[in-house]
């Protein structure tokens, strides 16, 4: 069985810091393999207050799309637990570069712990996880270093659009991965400020292009919130007659059944 665990679904920083949802990133099983993609503060207590409890110490890797706090505060201590707080040299930490520099947010003394870190390039990879296989994305346009990711296993196609602004080939770039299942960050409603964030429209227009077999919307700003995402899912499906969900906190996606329910 595969599955999604949506650990937390706020973006932005006044939902982090209020805790208006949590953000505690995405913890990917497919098959046997365990995979926690970017987890944000309070990454480590979701996983283990989720019912039933998660298991870090089982984890195979830690994934960072970029290094911003709501993405990467909690990378250190989840390589303390999958290393089993260091006394057993395990698991892979993949991130883009700039997670390790000066101003990065990996700690130099847990990357000894590690037994394999990688760097996520754009268009990098195939990198390997037991039998799955990961590669990175067009470069987003997002203030630091940051790359989407696109899994394969077993036939399954499962790619992430974390944080960009729309730009001109990133839909295009992500329907060309054909994906089963995508999850996007849709931190706005409507842009009135010129961040580096896609709202909803920009969400409908890539949803048009890619037409995964089941889409997730996450990260949510106050925006989003205060017009109930489930309900702006809900008007996508409408329009575009696709298999469209708004995550929320400690929701699982079973990634066979959904499929198996989708239209081919």
């Known amino acids: 069985m595969s599955r999604i665990v949506f650990l937390g679904t706020g973006g932005a920083r006044f939902v982090v810091a209020k805790q208006l949802r949590a953000s505690g990133g995405i913890w990917l099983e497919l098959g046997t393999t365990r995979i926690h993609i970017d987890p944000g503060p309070g990454a480590l207590v979701r996983a283990l207050s989720h019912q039933p409890p998660l298991d870090p110490p089982r984890l195979d890797a830690l994934v960072l799309s970029h290094k911003h706090l709501d993405h990467s505060c909690d990378v250190n201590v989840m390589v303390e637990a999958m290393t089993h707080g260091g006394w057993k040299r395990r698991g892979l930490l993949l991130a883009p570069a700039d997670a390790f520099d000066e101003e990065g947010v990996v ?7 590690l037994d394999r870190i990688e760097y996520l390039s754009e268009f990098g990879g195939p990198y390997l996880i037991n039998d799955v296989e990961i590669r ?7 203030g630091v270093e940051t790359l989407g990711l696109h899994f394969l296993h077993a036939g399954t196609r499962i790619s992430y659009l974390p944080c960009t602004r729309r730009f001109d080939g990133l839909a295009e770039h992500y329907a060309q991965a054909q994906p089963d299942v995508l999850i996007m960050n849709v931190l706005r409603f409507r842009d009135r400020m010129d961040v580096d964030h896609l709202t909803f429209d920009d969400a409908r227009e890539i949803l048009g292009i890619v037409r995964p077999r089941v889409a997730v919307m996450t990260h949510f700003g106050t925006q989003m919130l205060d017009r109930k995402p489930w309900l702006l899912a809900r ?11 708004a995550a929320h ?16």
């Not at 990175?136 to 997002?142: D, E, I, L, N, T």
Request: net charge negative; no cysteine; aromatic share 10%.
């Open 235 to 245: 008007q996508l499906e409408q329009e575009l007659g696709l298999r469209v969900y």
């Open 136 to 142: 990175g994305s067009v470069g987003h346009r997002h």
């Open 107 to 113: 700690l130099p003394y847990v990357r000894g712990f």
């Open 249 to 264: 906190d400690d929701w699982e996606l079973n990634v066979e059944e959904e499929l198996a329910a989708a239209s081919p």
